[in-house]
């Protein structure tokens, strides 16, 4: 097992979405997001040469990108899709006063996940008190409203301030098998698990949309803290799909998420990754979701 911390900080989430415009109103007006940039690049990646447009926005500390593809059309986010499915990936929005903010929500389109908001029961010790809510955005990526009590999550969500969103905790990711992926991001990367549970119930069947779900939970977090990635490893229902292999980079399920890393050649190498590009590689974890490398900037 590797001691060193490769892994300086998550810097993003980056999405496929089918209309830049639509999806920052979305994410302005109904989740506080703030436009940082907005520009369009050309690429020259694995599908063609392709024409990208790129909107950076932040909340808190946290930023994401949409991106559109302006010369190539994607596949749009099976209708079917389900928690358990391993393409499964959402971002947990956090909220200063739940309430307020489902209220807020509400006026504007979204598809719900959950069946209602829903409060984690005591009998739940590492999540006991948090509420939460899942929903879809314009184009059906995954998304989370989540509240932590006085007694959970990172300190920065208990700050004084006006702000009814705060920012994004993490990045969730459905995953076929808890220790192939802690063997890539905690082994390989050098994230650290912070903590775990076994979600199940009533409760977890709601938050989800699921009749029955039982979820192995794993919170990982860079060594300084910051945006974190959640393992979740579904028992029940266990048929979840695998992502296709035929998916590429402009089809809209797909999601990326951004890492600054340290010694990156020494890392590409323990992964045995030789397509570096411009100090930056795409590489998969064992589940098939997208990691971005990039090196800091010097």
């Known amino acids: 097992m590797s001691h060193s911390n490769p892994v300086q900080r998550l810097s993003a989430i980056a999405l496929t979405v089918s209309n830049v415009d639509r999806s920052q109103a979305f994410y302005r007006n109904a989740l506080g997001f703030e436009l940082v940039s907005d520009s369009t690049v050309e690429a020259e990646n694995s599908i063609a040469n392709s024409k ?117 905790d993490h990045t969730a990711i459905a995953v076929a098998d808890t220790e192939q992926s802690l063997h890539f991001y905690r082994d390989r990367l050098g994230m650290q698990v912070k903590e775990g549970s076994l979600n199940q119930g009533e409760t977890q069947a709601r938050l989800d949309g699921l009749p029955e779900a039982k979820v192995q939970v794993t919170d990982l977090r860079p060594a300084q803290g910051g945006l974190g990635i959640e393992l979740l490893d579904y028992l029940i229902p266990e048929d979840g799909r695998a992502i296709p292999s035929d998916w590429r980079s402009c089809d809209l399920a797909y999601m990326q998420i951004e890492v600054i890393v340290n010694q990156m050649e020494s890392l590409l190498e323990q992964l045995q990754i030789t397509n570096s590009v411009n100090e930056q590689s795409v590489v998969k974890d064992p589940t098939g979701h997208s990691i971005l490398l990039t090196s800091p900037k010097q």
């Open 52 to 168: 990208i447009r790129i909107a950076t926005l932040r909340l808190g500390d946290e930023q994401i990108k949409l991106m559109q593809y302006l010369n190539l059309e994607g596949k749009p986010i099976p209708k079917d899709s389900q928690s358990n499915d391993l393409w499964f990936q959402h971002m947990a929005i956090v909220v200063r006063d739940f309430d307020r903010a489902y209220d807020h929500l509400k006026q504007f389109a979204f598809e719900p996940i959950s069946t209602a908001p829903q409060t984690i029961p005591q009998d739940n010790s590492a999540s006991a008190g948090v509420r939460a809510f899942k929903f879809k955005d314009p184009d059906r990526h995954n998304l989370e409203l989540i509240w932590f009590p006085p007694d959970k999550g990172q300190s920065k969500w208990h700050r004084n301030t006006d702000q009814l969103f705060l920012g994004i």
